[in-house]
């Protein structure tokens, strides 16, 4: 149990903050596997700044505007498809709305804070170019390859040779002027965009599947293959060579990094200083211990 000023810090806060980072995690490639008793600090000292900037929001905005709060009520369960389906998915009934304001209320006052504490963050156009001259590597546009695929998939009906003879007697068809994407409408076991997948870079694809696309030529329709997904034929629609982005293209991209980063700090050396002034008490075996003054 984590006790700030006096108040403690609910564990849906803390759950919520230690899923946030397991899921942050999981979704940096190439990650060692996660050390959870370091998760859990870290959700915690999340927990505890979030829980203090909350305590501030209350402190400076005794009151929202109440037509905001049922706005943003009506928009959470219209974003669940209407009042039945938040119900369902939620559990929450008609007697919890009161409870849900009160969150709504919380959550209004702690971005009034932010809002607040971060006017000052502002970025020159000169810090952009700047920043832009310093890490022109990171702005290339990566080689892209526009492809349609067919997929087909094996199973009790029909094996993996019949598959496979059915591929090629489409890809036959297809070099014989037929429209591939008309028949991966049809046919395709994989009916997204009518097989059509749209632009996509190295690393986006299986292997296989990214050998096959990269390696055509624009309207070149492969030979069958197999993936973990099945039997393929693919038809590359366009290629896009790698290229530099010039600092046009990437103006607002630099300047929203930059700002977040700017705000970040001040919001974070915001924090350090109510935390000086806060009470934390964090439950060890049964008792709270005020914790030690960073």
Not at 224 to 251: N, Y
Request: with cysteine; glycine share 4%.
């Amino acid at each position: 149990m984590i006790i700030v000023n006096g108040e403690k810090v609910p564990n849906r806060m803390l759950q919520q903050e230690l899923e946030f980072l397991k899921s942050r995690h999981a979704s940096q490639p190439g990650m060692p596997p996660c050390d959870e008793a370091k998760l859990k600090a870290d959700s915690q000292e999340n927990a505890i700044e979030r829980m203090l900037l909350l305590q501030e929001g209350k402190k400076r905005f005794p009151a929202v505007d109440a037509k905001e709060v049922d706005r943003r009520l009506k928009e959470t369960i219209e974003k669940f498809g209407g009042r039945a389906k938040f119900q369902e998915k939620t559990g929450l009934k008609k007697k919890d709305e009161p409870r849900l304001k009160d969150d709504i209320r919380i959550q209004l006052k702690y971005e009034m804070l932010i809002a607040e504490i971060s006017r000052s963050a502002v970025v020159t156009e000169d810090e952009c170019r700047e920043y832009f001259e310093k890490n022109k590597q990171d702005f290339m546009l990566p080689e892209m390859v526009r492809a349609s695929h067919i997929l087909m998939k094996p199973d009790a009906s029909k094996s993996e040779m019949d598959i496979r003879c059915e591929l090629m007697n489409i890809r036959e068809r297809v070099l014989k002027g037929e429209d591939f994407n008309l028949i991966a409408t049809r046919d395709s076991h994989c009916r997204d965009g009518n097989g059509d997948l749209g632009y996509f870079a190295r690393g986006q694809m299986v292997q296989r599947f990214e050998d096959a696309a990269f390696s055509m030529d624009v309207n070149a329709v492969s030979e069958v293959f197999m993936t973990e997904f099945g039997l393929h034929i693919v038809k590359v629609i366009d290629k896009k060579p790698a290229r530099a982005r010039d600092f046009d293209e990437v103006k607002n991209e630099i300047e929203v990094e930059l700002l977040n980063k700017r705000k970040n700090t001040i919001i974070g050396d915001f924090v350090d200083e109510l935390r000086k002034k806060a009470r934390i008490e964090i439950e060890e075996d049964g008792a709270a211990v005020p914790e030690t003054k960073k």
